[in-house]
């Protein structure tokens, strides 16, 4: 069936790294294109960044601009999020998210996997 | 950026009753090129990812209930759900995808009175 599933979380310490992964499965993933998204613990949700299906058009968000980067790797039916200089606000759970109807319109969403930034 | 604001932030609804929750962006979502308004509401359950409920700002997704209906146009948007059922308690957001910089509302939570 049509899935989305979230890999990489963890614990992580301030200024550390930590690369999320996406795996997709039971749709062409290389037709369309994919978002992270966050949730921190008892908040709404904030969009971080968008990749287009070919990588041509590359969006984040002010708070993970420079330290955040998407990229995806059609082949192996995957999403990734590389993320450097992480603070402790940063802490939340991430969501991949497609977009087969337009772009932005989220309509497939993994479970999300849990960073906890903290020392 | 689109700023993107619900009211109210928590609504208590009795069984078989109408709910409404609105949805305001600080400036239009509306195309005036194809005139469709950039406009999704989302389902979010406790533990669970957010479910697309409607885009378009009326266009139910497959599968969604015909309770669940979306209207409103250029900035003031409108979730009804109408006649709520206990499986309906949740947050939901609206959320607008007419900038790259994509926004959520801060949520409403959906209760039973």
């Known amino acids: 069936q049509v899935q989305l599933v979230e890999s990489g979380g963890g614990l992580v310490k301030p200024g550390g790294s930590l690369r999320l992964s996406c795996a997709a499965s039971?749709?062409?993933?290389?037709?369309?294109?994919m978002s992270w998204i966050r949730q921190a613990p008892g908040t709404g949700l904030e969009w971080l960044s968008y990749?287009?299906?070919?990588?041509?058009?590359?969006y984040y968000a002010d708070s993970v601009k420079g330290r955040f980067t998407i990229s995806r790797d059609n082949a192996k039916n995957s999403l990734y999020l590389q993320m450097n200089s992480l603070r402790a606000e940063d802490t939340a759970v991430y969501y991949c998210?497609?977009?087969?109807?337009?772009?932005?319109?989220?309509?497939?969403w993994g479970q999300g996997t849990m960073v906890i930034v903290s020392s | 950026d689109i700023v993107m604001t619900q009211s109210p932030d928590s609504l208590a609804v009795s069984l078989g009753e109408r709910a409404t929750i609105n949805c305001k962006s600080s400036?239009?979502?509306?195309?005036?090129?194809?005139?469709?308004?950039?406009l999704g509401w989302y389902q979010q359950k406790p533990g669970q990812p957010p479910k697309l409920l409607i885009y378009w700002a009326s266009t139910r997704e497959s599968g969604v209930p015909d309770r669940f209906s979306g209207s409103g146009s250029g900035t003031d948007f409108t979730l009804t759900i109408s006649s709520l059922q206990a499986e309906d308690v949740a947050v939901y957001y609206c959320?607008?995808?007419?900038?790259?910089?994509?926004?959520f509302g801060q949520g409403t939570k959906l209760e039973i009175k």
């Open positions: 959320q607008q995808y007419y900038r790259t910089l994509y926004t």
């Open positions: 998210a497609s977009s087969s109807q337009w772009p932005g319109v989220f309509d497939i």
């Open positions: 990749i287009d299906s070919s990588e041509s058009r590359i």
């Open positions: 039971g749709f062409t993933f290389s037709d369309y294109s």
């Open positions: 400036q239009s979502v509306l195309y005036s090129s194809n005139n469709k308004n950039y």
